[in-house]
């Protein structure tokens, strides 16, 4: 018998994430085989009147792939997966699997060649701003262990998470778009961390389980060239197979100059990758009051309460600062005291200080306000 936890989470991902509407089309593409809730995502995709399509993708064989592939062969697969894309008016990325670091010895090469043709021409250029989409994991037992948590424990948090009142966060998320469409000057302070740069002109975008599950941020965009200062993320990053921790950028002018981590090497060569990944393109506000902790999984770190995160590489089209990058990695910092502490000001107003907003119009944001 299925959990219902499973069925809700399917309802809620096809009637609100994506409104699926009748007649549109979606892909359902499946990272690491998960027949639960891929299931469940047909079913209810029948049950809104929509055509479900499914890709089944396998993280070893993806691995294979990647690594011996030529540059002839990943623009075709850009170009049969664009091809389908292009069909869709829908989409909902599912990842699963026990091994977040399969990929941590295909080579540095190897991976920006699949973010320039797969990552760019498919996601960034037809999925994103053309779909419906949202994107998940889904629990297991690697991200029990990631989370310091039993596997049941962890199945209990992931479903409260996911199945959070989502319509809720949405509406006391609209005081906080209103707050950054009026500001110019952002400046964060915490340990390690003096960083200041203009949010003047970039929309707000809010993020309430539509785009992901779980969700909980408000992002924005800095001016590319305003940038100045040193941020210093107190949480571990996985990107490209490679978990990376204590991460610390100094940026001048809008510039990333200086990039320190525990593989400098590594760390620079992605910096390296195109002239947009030393700029930023996304600054955003977490406030999940489920998720306190970091689990090495982006999906779940960066909608953390209290935390934010400052990301190199590709602006969002609603959100953007003119920045183009094949890469996009969001880090996050968090700034509750047991992490260190830390405040945000907009136009040298202290609007959130020690990971809890502070201004009235705010207050909903904290946590006890959302569950």
């Not at 419906?132 to 209990?156: C, H, I, N």
């Not at 009026?182 to 993020?207: N, Q």
Request: charged fraction near 25%.
């Amino acid at each position: 018998m299925r959990d219902p936890r499973i069925q809700t989470l399917a309802k809620n991902l096809i009637n609100y994430s994506v409104n699926l509407q009748k007649g549109e089309k979606i892909l359902i593409e499946n990272f690491g085989i998960q027949k639960e809730l891929v299931n469940a995502l047909v079913e209810e995709t029948y049950n809104a009147g929509g055509h479900p399509f499914v890709s089944l993708k396998e993280h070893e064989v993806n691995r294979s792939l990647l690594i011996g592939a030529t540059k002839e062969q990943q623009e075709l697969t850009a170009e049969f997966e664009a091809f389908v894309m292009k069909q869709m008016d829908a989409y909902i990325g599912l990842r699963a699997g026990d091994n977040i670091n399969e990929l941590s010895d295909v080579p540095d090469d190897q991976m920006a060649l699949h973010q320039k043709t797969v990552g760019t021409v498919v996601h960034r250029e037809i999925r994103v701003p053309k779909t419906k989409w949202v994107v998940l994991r889904y629990p297991s037992s690697s991200m029990a262990q990631l989370a310091k948590m039993s596997t049941a424990g962890f199945e209990d948090f992931y479903f409260n998470v996911c199945n959070l009142d989502y319509s809720k966060m949405d509406k006391a998320m609209d005081a906080l778009v209103d707050r950054m469409n009026r500001t110019d000057k952002v400046r964060i302070t915490g340990e390690g961390t003096d960083l200041t740069f203009s949010i003047k002109d970039i929309p707000a975008i809010k993020c309430a389980g539509r785009l992901n599950i779980p969700d909980g941020e408000v992002y924005t965009a800095p001016v590319k060239e305003s940038i100045n200062g040193t941020i210093t993320y107190n949480t571990s990053s996985p990107y490209q197979g490679f978990t990376f921790e204590n991460i610390q950028f100094t940026f001048e002018n809008g510039k990333i100059i200086q990039a320190n981590s525990n593989n400098n090497e590594k760390i620079n060569a992605i910096l390296n990758t195109d002239e947009g990944a030393r700029y930023i393109g996304e600054f955003a506000i977490g406030v999940n009051p489920y998720i306190l902790h970091p689990m090495q999984d982006i999906l779940f770190d960066e909608k953390i309460d209290g935390s934010f995160h400052f990301t190199p590489g590709q602006a969002y089209e609603n959100a953007y600062n003119g920045n183009d990058s094949a890469i996009h990695w969001d880090i996050v910092n968090i700034q509750r005291p047991e992490y260190g502490g830390g405040n945000i000001y907009f136009d040298d107003e202290l609007i959130r200080e020690n990971g809890r907003f502070v201004v009235d119009d705010l207050k909903m944001l904290n946590p006890e306000n959302l569950k």
